[in-house]
T-cell receptor, first 111, second 114 residues
Framework: QQPVQSPQAVILREGEDAVINCSSSKALYSVHWYRQKHGEAPVFLMILLKGGEQKGHDKISASFNEKKQQSSLYLTASQLSYSGTYFCGGPLWENTDKLIFGTGTRLQVFP | KAGVTQTPRYLIKTRGQQVTLSCSPISGHRSVSWYQQTPGQGLQFLFEYFSETQRNKGNFPGRFSGRQFSNSRSEMNVSTLELGDSALYLC?????????????FGPGTRLTVL
């Protein structure tokens, strides 16, 4: 029932781009993206509230295809600070007070 | 504005014991959600409270319980601890429904069961 994220891990050099995909077998009401650095709390990146929506913040953006129940997180010109584990998740349409999350994608950016 | 705080940060318990974890949400936030995080399973939803009412519960045994007080502070309790309960327990607060509102996570309580 958890969303499936791919890839499970990514290694990048500074300045390279990456895409993290999130796919849910059950319909999500919205898609949330968080980043968690080792030993720290997850930090909010963005929420996509409806299909077709795209959002961006600095050089990180995301899209949500509601029909396919797929979301992608795009990281362009990666920086060292992008390193961490990225989680996608969201509430199910049938139960919007309960968020389910994927198992995460570990991203490491090297100089 | 102060962030979400959780106490204690670390706990070591033995099997069979019980434990209570505390979470203080951001001022003004009425929703508090609890998650269990383990390396293999990622973030697993435990329960969500809003204005002292549990609105939702995840697929965890009855040994896991929680409550929310009138000031929105929340506690979760795990009774009869098992080795598999070792995990990072995170709470997150949001203004209203976590479906559309940003959730702000606390630093977590690292529970180790021996």
């Amino acid at each position: 029932q958890q969303p499936v994220q791919s890839p499970q891990a990514v290694i990048l050099r500074e300045g390279e781009d990456a895409v993290i995909n999130c796919s849910s077998s059950k319909a999500l009401y919205s898609v949330h993206w968080y980043r968690q650095k080792h030993g720290e709390a997850p930090v909010f990146l963005m929420i996509l509230l409806k299909g077709g929506e795209q959002k961006g913040h600095d050089k990180i953006s995301a899209s949500f295809n509601e029909k396919k129940q797929q979301s992608s997180l795009y990281l362009t010109a990666s920086q060292l600070s992008y390193s961490g584990t990225y989680f996608c998740g969201g509430p199910l349409w049938e139960n919007t007070d309960k968020l389910i999350f994927g198992t995460g994608t570990r991203l490491q950016v090297f100089p | 504005k102060a962030g979400v705080t959780q106490t204690p940060r670390y706990l070591i318990k033995t099997r069979g014991q019980q434990v209570t974890l505390s979470c203080s949400p951001i001022s003004g936030h009425r929703s508090v959600s609890w998650y269990q995080q383990t390396p293999g399973q990622g973030l697993q939803f435990l329960f969500e409270y809003f204005s002292e009412t549990q609105r939702n519960k995840g697929n965890f045994p009855g040994r896991f319980s929680g409550r929310q007080f009138s000031n929105s502070r929340s506690e979760m309790n795990v009774s009869t601890l098992e080795l598999g309960d070792s995990a990072l327990y995170l709470c997150a607060s949001s203004l209203g429904t976590p479906a559309v509102d940003t959730q702000y996570f606390g630093p977590g309580t690292r529970l180790t069961v021996l």
